[in-house]
């Protein structure tokens, strides 16, 4: 005796899904693959048709970020060098007239200045003359830029007579032939 058995509508692959579906859902899925890449190529430059500087990842660290002005045709010394120690809590300007730096989070005690409606000791500066804690009025600072360049803890960052130095414990710039400057870190705001 011959057995019969009813036809089969089409087999079931992936969770029930039929091989017409199976197909659509794998060629959806190069399909997204391909664009994504794209996409990832066009957002990061593609073949260097973009002449900007590229920006670090978050965490990653890089030469601090020099720009100068040249008056000539002669190559010019850097005349501002900026960049973020490494927690990004604190972020610095060092050009060949002052040092400034700023902190995001900060839990120093600051002597009160009964003049200024805003913060002080969250934005230091040293020049020639000396050092001091600006009134910052409006937003306060916030952590660094991502990509800002990073001073690695240990290191030091000259812009003419200017000198920052990156610790664990915080940032010191001094104007070097004064020996005049600040330290700045979460605990600690003060001026020497």
Same mark, same amino acid.
Do not use: W
């Given at each position: 005796?011959?057995?019969?058995? *009813? ?8 969770? &029930? ?20 890449? +794209?996409?990832?190529? +066009? ?37 501002? =060098? ?13 050009? !060949?007239?002052? *040092? ?5 989070? !900060?839990?120093?005690? =600051? ?10 000791? =969250? ?8 050092? *001091?804690?600006?009134? =910052?009025? &409006?937003?306060?600072? &916030? ?15 000259? +812009? ?10 915080? +940032? ?21």
């Amino acid at each position: 005796m011959e057995q019969t058995h *009813a036809p089969v509508a089409g087999r079931r692959f992936l969770g &029930g899904l039929s091989p017409r579906m199976t197909a659509f859902v794998a060629i959806d899925a190069v399909l997204l693959l391909g664009f994504l890449a +794209v996409l990832a190529f +066009v957002l990061t430059g593609g073949l260097g048709g973009s002449t900007e500087q590229e920006t670090p990842a978050a965490g990653a660290s890089s030469r601090p970020t020099q720009t100068s002005s040249p008056a000539s045709d002669e190559p010019a010394e850097a005349s501002t =060098v900026t960049f973020a120690l490494p927690s990004g809590n604190i972020a610095c300007e060092v050009g !060949s007239d002052a *040092a400034t730096c700023t902190i995001a989070n !900060s839990t120093a005690t =600051v002597p009160a200045d009964e003049t200024c409606a805003g913060v002080v000791g =969250v934005k230091l500066t040293v020049t020639a003359e000396g050092a *001091a804690m600006p009134c =910052v009025e &409006g937003a306060a600072p &916030g952590a660094a830029a991502e990509g800002t360049a990073v001073l690695e803890y240990g290191q030091s960052e000259t +812009v003419g007579d200017f000198t920052c130095t990156s610790s664990s414990t915080g +940032v010191t710039c001094k104007h070097d032939p004064t020996g005049k400057g600040f330290k700045l870190a979460r605990a600690t705001s003060e001026l020497f």
